[in-house]
């Protein structure tokens, strides 16, 4: 671990920093990519769970806001993070300037948090055209992956396994308060072509 060492003093501060930036988040993107390639997700709804919820009917009514463009995703970050730290470090090593270096670094990665938005928008559109009928989702178990607004005031993300496939959605709420990240959700309408309609799970009481 000497060469490691030497490499790491050799950093300086500014390197350091970007340096610890970029090692994990790289490790961190990796992991991300494989549980896509190998199609594992997080917040699948447990099976043995689900029978514990239930959650109130709603109309399916008019969707007044367009979905706005998300960037600031966990895997837009993840990959701000992960390419601005890695840019950074090559500025270095090329002998920029520190203050050129760090310029680097933002620009790059915020063009890697784009384009990491951009290239999960177009996967997910691929997944809408692979025969996936959102229909089939009423009454699935799904969980919140960016938060949803109250009101159907703008929209959200959902994860859940449909059709023997993890995807990611937009969803809204007639809720009238947000629902927050993690939180598991039944879809109980479709809104358009690809936009489900979703509520939050209650234990039911006995």
Known sequence: MEWFTQWWLSLGIVGQLMAIAAIPTTIVMIIQLILMIVGVGF????ADTDA?????????GSYGNSSIFKVFTIRGIVAFFALGGWAGLAALAAGVPTLWSIQIALLS??????????????????????????????????????????????????????????????????????????????????????????????????
């Open 52 to 60: 514990e919820y239930d959650s109130p009917a709603n109309e399916v």
């Open 109 to 206: 990665g915020v063009a890697a948090m784009i384009l990491a938005s951009v290239v999960i928008r177009l996967a997910l559109k691929m997944q809408d055209s692979g025969n996936i009928n959102l229909n089939n989702a009423l009454s699935l178990h799904a969980e919140v992956y960016i938060t949803i607004p109250p009101l159907r005031t703008n929209t959200g993300k959902v994860t859940m396994l449909l059709q023997e496939r993890f995807v990611e959605l937009d969803a809204v709420t007639d809720n009238e308060t947000a629902i927050v990240p993690k939180t598991k959700v039944e879809v109980v309408g479709v809104l358009g072509k690809d936009c489900l309609i979703v509520y939050p799970l209650v234990e039911k009481t006995t």
């Open 43 to 46: 917040g699948v709804p447990d």
